[in-house]
C-alpha cells in the first residue's frame, strides 16, 4: 500500500474521498483501499489496459508524437452503448503501482508524446494524481489530459486543480431521463453541466501554441440518433453560461454497440443531416467546432 504522506494536501484529500468513496457523484461509500468496489468495479490500485502513443484523437492532441493515452479499466458509467465494455464494464486491464503508472508517463514522453492523455480517469482520479506528482518531480513536462466521461464531482475536481491542464469531458445528455436510460445516471446532465463550469473556472478556453493544446477545457458532444443527445441544450449552455469561445467536438461516429439495439431510437446511426444540423447549431452560436 502506498505511502500518501509525502504527496500535497491535494492528493491526501483525494485518497481520503476514496475511503468511503465518495470520489464520483455515485458515492458509493465503499472502503476503496481495502479492496472493496463499488459501480466503477475496481478498487484502489490503478487498472490500465493499455498505454502508448494515440494518433486517431483530436488533431490539437496529436501532433507529429501522437497523444500518450494511458487507458484506464473501469467507468462510473453505465453507457448501454458502450464501444470498450471489454475495458470499462469487463475490467480488461492489469494492476500497476503509482510508480509504475508514473514510470509509464515519463517513458511516453521520453518517446515524443505530446501530453499524456488520461481515458476514464474518474474513479482512478487518487492514484492518478499522487502519479503526476511523482512523474513532475522526475521531469515530467507535456500537457496533462482528462479524458472523461463528464459524470465528475465537483470536489474531486477541485483537488485535482493545478495537476490537469487540458480537461476533455463529454457532455453526453441534456435531459435526466435519458441519461437514466442510458448511461444509469438520471442526474448526469445536472452533475456534468456543474463539472464542465468547474473544469472551465481552473484552466479556460483552449490554447493552441504550433497546433498543439497546451491548456483549457475541450468538450466532447456525440450525436445521437432522434437527437436523444440534446445537441441544442448542451451548446445553449456553453455558448451562454461557460463561453462563447468554447472548443468543441461535435462527434459523429456514433454506432449502436454492445446493449444498442434494445433501446430505442439508438439502434441505428445519426443521419448525415443530424449530424450536420448539430454542427452547424454549435457554429451558429459562436462556439469553436473542431472539423
Ligand atoms: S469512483 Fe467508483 S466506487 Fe467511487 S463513488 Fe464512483 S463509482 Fe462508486
Redesign the pocket.
Known sequence: MIDIEPFSENVRRLWQR?NP????P???R?E?SEGQ????G?GAIPLVSSVGPHFGEESVLVGTGGSGTIFLAGC?LGCVFCQNYDISHHLAGRHVTVKQLARSMLDLQRIGCVNINFVTP??LAAPIAAAIELARAEGLNVPTVYNTGGYDSVETLQCLEGLIDVYMPDMKYAEAGVAGELSAAPDYPQVNFVAVREMHRQVGDLQVERGLATRGLLVRHLVLPDDRAGTAEIVDFLAEEISVHTTINVMGQYRPCYQAHAHRGIDRRPTVDEIASARRYARKKGLNVLD
Not at 37 to 40: D, S, V
Request: glycine content about 6%; some cysteine; overall charge positive.
Open positions: 476514496m468513496c465518495t470520489l464520483c455515485r458515492k458509493c465503499v476503496r468496489t463499488g459501480f466503477c475496481v462510473n474518474t474513479h
